[in-house]
């Protein structure tokens, strides 16, 4: 709100990136960023409460660490959580989390036994109220499928009629789609 620069960031890969800081609580922060044709865009953040509930993911590749965190003081039903972990709308995995005497754990999920994907992870207080959210990309390198493609009509005019065949082994869990250009 004062003008100054906390943090900066910068893309990545494909326009996404990140950034960390701890805020102080009741300040206002912008983030603000240039596009490619220079136009300068401004988007006000969350503002920091003064009691809550923090997930932090570690990046990496194989089994990512993962910590909740609490403020000092938190009402009763922040104290006994539960994290949840769903892939495309089925929940993975759900696990109790106790910070009754404690303000943090850390532990690690198993991504290495999941399929690539996006993995949501979510922190539900004691009433089933979501308090926090991370997603992260999962990949483990089984979207290489052993597919086989026929082309049995091909037109190549406009509008023209084009029948294409895909086949993939009977067990095989794909959701696929197919552009052409």
Known sequence: SEG??????????????KFSFIPNTGEKYTAEWADLTGNVHKTNLPISEENGVNLVVESGIGN??????????????????????Q????????????????????????????????????IFDANGQPLCERILFVKNDDYALNATIQVDTLSTTKRGKNVVEVDLKDTTYANLSLSVT
């Open 4 to 17: 100054d620069s906390v943090v900066s960031f910068k893309s990545v890969h494909d326009g996404m990136g």
């Open 87 to 122: 892939m495309n709308g089925t929940i993975l995995f759900k696990a109790n989390l106790d910070l009754s005497d404690k303000e943090s754990i850390t532990s690690s999920l198993p991504i290495s036994k999941l399929l690539s994907g996006i993995l949501q992870l979510t």
């Open 64 to 85: 990512r660490r993962f910590h909740v965190q609490r403020t000092k003081t938190v009402p009763e039903q922040m104290k006994q959580l539960m994290l949840v972990g």
